[in-house]
């Protein structure tokens, strides 16, 4: 039983549990896709990089795509010599150029800037493209959206006819076109409409495109529609003749991570039972990030208990929420979070010297690898 597990004494908590059954299923969905449209599926490693998970991923992707030099070097660590490392950052350092283009197949121009760096680089053999920011928000809180007023995150068509006006663009040179302007959406629609804005935008300059890169940003359940995101790759192949890559990070990764909690305290408040968890909001800190209320699992709604979730850290608003269970909690109970496989662990810090989770594989016979634990020293070394 997948779900016992999680209660075995001799599991070190707070612990952070992968669970590889769940990471084929969301890939075999990937699988699916490319099968379908003969596009090229890449995993984006920003929203899990643990060595383990990215060895199971590699097999079912044609690369990954990465946003530092040091997931690039990552990615070359673990991936075949067939597979491609793509990039794209606002942030490339001018000391770090020569190792980025050495390293990645395809890199992503941010800015008009960017491009002089990469024009000036002889002998490259990396394949570049720029990514176009369309202009179009789908996002409401504006810290996640890449198309906030005054986006720092790629260059508008404005911005584009601008240069082309001054001819600071070789235009032969640029192979392909990147886009990613959503977060956590469902919606494929938005998608088909960003990428027809942009390949529509992008007629006047007469680019010789050989790929284009539709980004992250969008979940792919059962449930989702995904009929404008296989008509609209198909568009591109037809109308284009380009290669079409996708990069979702959070659709692969966030339903298989699992972070496994003890209770350490009950304090009875004023008007509620407080549950101190050996864990802390820094271990899930998009619940701060974002307000956001993790799913726990053996809560439920009618439950006849109610308590609220606190991390151990100083900070009072170390609190995960209330939530009620059929069931009353004891010190030593285990609470377990579920979905937070993204954008977590990744994150995660050692504020107040509290130690990082664990970090666990759940293998396909349904048995705990420990693949990582963590100590003081750990804590002493990190700053
Ligand atoms: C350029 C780019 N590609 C891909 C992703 C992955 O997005 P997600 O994990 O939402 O699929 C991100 C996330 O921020 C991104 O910035």
Redesign the pocket.
């Given at each position: 039983m997948k779900n016992s597990i999680f209660y075995t004494s001799d599991l070190l908590t707070p612990a952070y549990i992968y669970d590889h059954v769940s990471i084929i299923s969301a890939l075999d969905k990937l699988v699916d896709l490319k099968e379908k449209t003969d596009c090229l599926p890449l995993y984006?490693i920003?929203?899990a990089n643990m060595v383990g998970l990215l060895e199971i991923i590699k097999p079912y992707v044609s690369g990954f795509?990465c946003?530092s030099l040091f997931e690039a070097r990552l990615a070359a660590e673990v991936l075949e010599q067939s597979q491609t490392i793509h990039i794209?950052t606002p942030g490339y350092r001018h000391d770090e150029w020569d190792n980025i283009i050495e390293l990645c197949d395809f890199v992503t121009l941010n800015s008009i800037n960017h491009w002089d760096t990469i024009a000036n680089k002889k002998d490259v053999s990396t394949s570049p493209g720029i990514?176009l920011n369309p202009e179009l928000s789908f996002v409401n809180d504006e810290r996640y959206d890449?198309c906030r007023p005054d986006s720092k995150?790629g260059i508008t068509l404005e911005q584009l006819a601008m240069a082309n006006l001054k001819q600071e663009w070789d235009w032969e040179c640029i192979e392909g076109v990147?886009l990613?302007n959503?977060?956590?959406s469902t919606h494929y629609e938005e998608l088909k409409h960003s990428v027809e804005k942009v390949m529509t935008g992008l007629l006047e300059f007469n680019l010789k495109l050989k790929w284009i890169?539709l980004?992250?940003?969008?979940?792919l359940n059962g449930e989702m529609n995904l009929t404008p995101l296989e008509t609209t790759i198909k568009w591109l192949q037809d109308k284009f003749n380009v290669d079409v890559y996708l990069?979702?990070?959070?659709?692969?990764?966030d339903e298989a991570g699992y972070l496994v909690s003890t209770v350490i305290d009950l304090i009875k408040s004023k008007n509620k039972m407080i549950a101190v968890l050996d864990t802390t909001i820094n271990h899930l800190p998009e619940v701060f990030e974002y307000q956001y209320q993790p799913k726990v699992m053996t809560a439920s709604v009618h439950g006849k208990y109610e308590y609220c979730l606190v991390g151990c850290s100083c900070l009072s608003g170390d609190l995960f929420g209330d939530y009620y269970f059929d069931k009353k909690i004891e010190i030593g109970s285990r609470v377990v979070f579920e979905n937070i496989g993204?954008?977590m662990q990744v994150k995660a810090n050692m504020f107040n010297g509290i130690n990082l989770p664990a970090t666990y594989l759940l293998c396909r016979d349904k048995k705990l690898k420990l693949i990582k634990k963590n100590d003081y020293e750990t804590f002493r070394d990190l700053v």
């Open positions: 984006s920003k929203s795509s946003s794209t990514r890449p995150l990147h990613h959503n977060c956590k890169n980004g992250g940003g969008y979940l990069e979702p990070g959070r659709a692969i990764t993204a954008y």
